[in-house]
């Protein structure tokens, strides 16, 4: 299996543009997470879907950000209008039904900064 | 709230040192601990994990004691190698049901040098 894949891998842009990242889980895993690492907070989570559901987006930081899984193989986290303060890791991590928190598998992140 | 506390890095030793990080945590409960590596430009792996008091979690010749007493689970290695230099994260899982949240601590920062 190729694991978690997260696209791209870098991303510079400026403020105020939209920003879409993406993430591939592992098949067969039924629940997908979004976190966010920055040297302040630490690693953050942001949303986690299961089957495709969000099921708690109490971590989103405002309206800004928004995340979409329109099917099992394929999410989305969206920054619109980016702000600098939004620069960051952004981690894709997913996991089995059983016991989802017990083994998550990261993706290798997208390193985004705005300027 | 649930809680973890890792010591400050960064660590830096030399090859075949002994290896201690330090992590305690406040929870409700009686939570599952783990540790998560990330090697550079990686994701965060599964290192190890313990869910239930006294248990020894290993792995690559890591070990971590869920030690209750004292709300720890420091992890270590009896002789590290240049590529165990990573970014450490102690976590939590309080709760039974998925949705319950991994709760990490800040990471450590290890530098091996040869």
């Known amino acids: 299996d190729a694991g978690v894949i997260q696209s791209p891998r870098h991303e510079v842009t400026e403020m105020g543009q939209e920003v879409t990242l993406r993430c591939k889980p592992i098949?067969?895993?039924?629940?997908l997470f979004w976190y966010r690492q920055t040297m302040m907070r630490g690693l953050e989570l942001l949303i986690y879907f299961n089957n495709n559901v969000p099921i708690d987006d109490s971590g989103m930081p405002e309206d800004r950000f928004s995340a979409k899984m329109p099917n099992a193989s394929f999410s989305t986290l969206k920054i619109q209008p980016s702000e600098p303060r939004d620069s960051a890791v952004y981690f894709c991590?997913?996991?089995?039904?059983?016991?989802?928190?017990?083994?998550?598998?990261f993706g290798s992140g997208t390193q985004l900064s705005v300027l | 709230g649930n809680s973890v506390t890792q010591m400050e890095g960064p660590v830096t030793l030399s090859e075949e040192a002994f290896l201690t990080i330090n992590c305690t945590y406040t929870a409700t409960g009686y939570p599952s601990l783990f540790w998560y590596v990330q090697y550079p430009g990686e994701g965060l792996q599964l290192l190890l994990k313990a869910t239930k008091a006294d248990d020894k979690g290993s792995n690559k010749g890591f070990e971590a004691t869920y030690r209750k007493e004292t709300t720890s689970f420091h992890l270590e290695k009896g002789s590290v190698q240049v590529s165990d230099s990573a970014v450490y994260f102690c976590a939590l899982l309080a709760g039974e049901t998925s949705g319950s949240r991994l709760t990490f601590g800040e990471g450590t920062q290890l530098t091996v040098n040869p």
């Open positions: 991590a997913s996991s089995s039904s059983v016991r989802a928190y017990e083994k998550l598998f």
């Open positions: 098949s067969g895993h039924d629940y």
